[in-house]
């Protein structure tokens, strides 16, 4: 499972390289070359100047020690004209790094700095095209993928989902184009718009829509059980 840090840096290498001009930057870019799949950490393309950069997010040095793609004949140097890779301070030694690379250094408040400049590579295997395909397809994606995560976001994880007949589910209504979660039972066909001024019956067949979660009779069971509860104190 990725870190935290990991993460963290991964989203911080995106500032560094929108702050170096680049048109266009994304997180977790995968590239195929030789029929190898390599997913870089963060790329960034500069239009103009028609060069692209990749970063390597490293947080520990069992992750740097143990990524052989650093060293393949397919690896990030190979693919870009620049390549480098971030690290908390201290990390690495310079004569530590492959062949190529650069070395960011990123401290405690965020502040990157560049220990060894990249060398670059004339002739990156892949064409400026295809890295601009796969990468616009990468920020594409994880912008779809933090708004329905962020719609779509089960805080039980699935605790009362299994064997459910009562469902939580994100809908759009097809009239009003508002986005509000509904309470269904299993098999229910449809539901009214939560919108006031709107009310229109939205066919779950046919809209946009996420299950959340789902309920099962023990959640049922339990919610009867504490608001039981609550009424007995309150008399």
């Not at 560049?114 to 004339?122: A, D, F, G, L, S």
């Not at 089960?154 to 064997?163: C, R």
């Not at 939580?168 to 066909?189: D, F, H």
């Not at 829509?209 to 509860?229: A, D, W």
């Amino acid at each position: 499972m990725e870190s935290h840090l990991h993460k963290h840096l991964k989203k911080e290498s995106l500032y560094w390289l929108k702050e170096k001009m680049t048109d266009l930057c994304a997180n977790e870019v995968k590239l195929f070359v030789r029929r190898k799949r390599v997913i870089a950490d963060a790329v960034g393309i500069n239009m103009k100047r028609k060069e692209v950069r990749i970063i390597e997010v490293k947080t520990s040095r069992q992750d740097f020690l143990r990524d052989e793609t650093l060293y393949s004949e397919y690896g990030y140097h190979h693919l870009a004209h620049y390549c480098y890779l971030l690290t908390p301070e201290n990390l690495l030694a310079l004569e530590e790094l492959p062949k190529g690379y650069g070395l960011l250094e990123i401290d405690e408040f965020d502040k990157i700095t560049v220990k060894r400049k990249p060398t670059k590579n004339q002739k990156p295997f892949l064409k400026l095209e295809t890295i601009i395909k796969r990468t616009g397809r990468a920020a594409t994606n994880t912008l779809l993928y933090k708004e329905l995560s962020y719609d779509t976001k089960d805080v039980t994880s699935g605790a009362f989902s299994k064997g459910a007949t009562i469902f939580l589910i994100s809908a759009t209504c097809p009239q009003c184009k508002q986005r509000n979660k509904y309470l269904i039972e299993k098999g229910q066909q449809t539901v009214e718009c939560l919108k006031k001024s709107c009310q229109q019956t939205i066919p779950l067949d046919k809209a946009r829509v996420h299950t959340v979660t789902g309920y099962n009779q023990e959640f049922l069971r339990q919610i009867l059980h504490l608001s039981t509860k609550e009424d007995k104190e309150l008399i």
